[in-house]
């Protein structure tokens, strides 16, 4: 049976030079897209709010657990 539960993926920044919309060191959301993913890219939601692709070199992804991205995502919708 196929897991029906949403899974949210998190990566770590640790290179932000050149980017001003990166923090080295700072957990930022990826977006899924295959098509970034085979030229090593990822998608991810930076400082500004909207989703870029970044080379998948400058950030560590990071795998938590069901209720962990959970409160994760609450905390980002409450940014907003």
Known sequence: ???SR???R???CI???GADDLQAWKLYRVL???AAAEENYLRVVDESGEDYLYPASRF????FPAAV???LMAATSEKK
């Open 1 to 3: 049976m196929a897991n």
């Open 10 to 12: 998190f990566a770590v």
């Open 6 to 8: 949403k899974r949210y």
């Open 69 to 71: 991205q959970k409160q």
């Open 15 to 17: 290179a932000d030079e």
């Open 60 to 63: 560590v992804v990071v795998d």
């Open 32 to 34: 899924p897209d295959d």
